[in-house]
């Protein structure tokens, strides 16, 4: 293990490594690790005869090498071309990063898989966390696997299919009325009196670890290189920090060409874009977004514990944040599904709108390379797909001109 100490990402104190930690006055704590020291034991080269999963970057995570990780086969998502689509928006080059093809089906896994393995190192045992819906149930799957307890809070209107994957990997799921931040209230207030560990979004510090992997695995599969653009649907935010930290850590480690790093674009709901606003007026700390509503359910965060850090990240890369519209969700997971086969999240719809109002505003050159990450899978989100009325054929009686005809 290369971690030196945690860091608090509000003012530097410094934790001590190998420890159980959750916050600093609230707010988040940053993984510290030797970089000189990783730099001396490995190259990047020696990646490449390593098993395609997020653990094949050991020495730039948290788990000691002699603990054996909680895994579902997570890792090395697909990052695939999408020429159409970058015609369709006048841009030489769009790729869709996929982590829909994760184990739970969504990027969550990334997270749930260390903040899991960690937990169990520490002898944890018992495991509660707010979800709108996706890390509800990686966190079922990755507590089922460890032989954990996984206590879930979920807003009443969470996803149907997040709430029965969770039950089927024997999660104890609460539907709460409200939003993800009263269920996060709930799960704080009972730390103590149930005790079980708080695993909220920045709340323990390793799920933005695990989240990491995301950059680093672009960084390889772009042969270490970057992007110019990623844009990223956003409500906690752990996934965009997470992948500004792997940048920095790998033009560190010396494996990453120069120092400009991707211009970072958050991708918010109109109906609830917290960060948005603040970055629109200046500010580093968002304020609370009143009655959110939004059909992407993992964009509904009111209020975000890692604003700042989100925040930050943006205008260290020259970002921006982007809301997108939410009447144009179903549209674009329409598009985009019929243009390249790419069955994308409503998370990921909205930034699709947000290309459209970066491209029609001059904030994106035809000549730049995009990269958006898909969140999650389309099928999870059964109330949001169409529902339509087929014919039914009978065999020996198919009229094959008038069925061409329905299908033009």
Known sequence: MFVTHLQSALDGTRFEAGRVHTTHQGRPLWVRYDLAA??????REDLAGRPPTLWRYRELLPLPVDAEPVTLGEGMTPLLACDRLAARFGLKRLWIKDE?????????????????????????RRLAVPSAGNAGGALAAY??????????????????INIQEALLAGARVFLVDGVITDCGRIVREGVDQVGWFDLSTLREPYRLEGKKT???????????????????????????????????ELRELGWLPGDKLPRMVVCQSDGCCPLVLAFQRGERFAEPFPNPKTEASGLRVPSAVGDFMILDAVRRTNGLAVAGREDTIRRWMREVAAAEGILICPETAICFDALVQLREAGHLTGHETVVVFNTGAAQKYVELLPEVSLPVLRPGAVDYEALLKVAA
């Open 38 to 43: 990783i730099r001396r034991s490995l190259r």
């Open 100 to 124: 829909s093809q994760m184990p739970t089906g969504s990027f969550k896994a990334r997270g749930m898989a260390m903040a899991v393995s960690m937990a169990r190192h520490f002898g944890l």
């Open 143 to 160: 507590a089922a696997r460890a032989g954990l307890e996984a206590f879930l809070f979920m807003p009443a209107d969470t996803p149907r």
């Open 214 to 248: 995301m950059g680093l695995e672009l960084a390889e599969q772009f042969a270490w290189s970057l992007p110019d653009v990623i844009l990223y649907p956003t409500g906690g935010g752990t996934g965009l920090v997470g992948m500004v930290k792997a940048f920095e």
